[in-house]
């Protein structure tokens, strides 16, 4: 069992920059994977990123490759969201979810069995 609290969310004008982060309770979280979705109003909650157990591998969506950078620190049990050149259209609710059947990632948010409250991030143009 995990539990999930991100942080970090705010208002920005287009352009510039957020860090979530997400820390979790419990042990063995080296052994999650860990991902950040999204879900905007009226949308179905779209993925964002992922990284592996061990931070070497990570996985972006299209729409904010280059832009946004996902990291964890296993020693302080926290995954982060580094989110540069922010758009309008990455307004959302920002989800940090987790899955503790590694080591293949996946994009759907079916495969994650934990999850964060969210965090609402919201860019103005």
């Known amino acids: 069992q995990v539990q999930l609290v991100e942080s970090g969310g705010g208002v920005v004008q287009a352009g510039g920059s957020l860090r979530l982060s997400c820390a979790a309770s419990?042990?063995?979280?080296?052994?999650?994977?860990m991902a950040w979705f999204r879900q905007a109003p009226g949308k179905e909650r779209e993925f964002v990123a992922a990284?592996?157990?061990?931070?070497?591998?990570?996985y972006y969506t299209d729409s904010v490759k280059g832009r946004f950078t996902i990291s964890r620190d296993n020693a302080k049990n926290t995954v982060y969201l580094q989110m540069n050149s922010l758009k309008p259209e990455d307004t959302a609710v920002y989800y940090c979810?987790?899955?503790?059947?590694?080591?293949?990632?996946?994009?759907?948010?079916?495969?994650?069995?934990?999850w964060g409250q969210g965090t609402q991030v919201t860019v103005s143009s």
């Open positions: 419990g042990r063995a979280f080296s052994r999650y994977i």
């Open positions: 990284i592996s157990w061990s931070g070497f591998t990570t």
């Open positions: 979810a987790a899955d503790r059947d590694g080591p293949v990632i996946y994009r759907d948010y079916s495969k994650y069995e934990y």
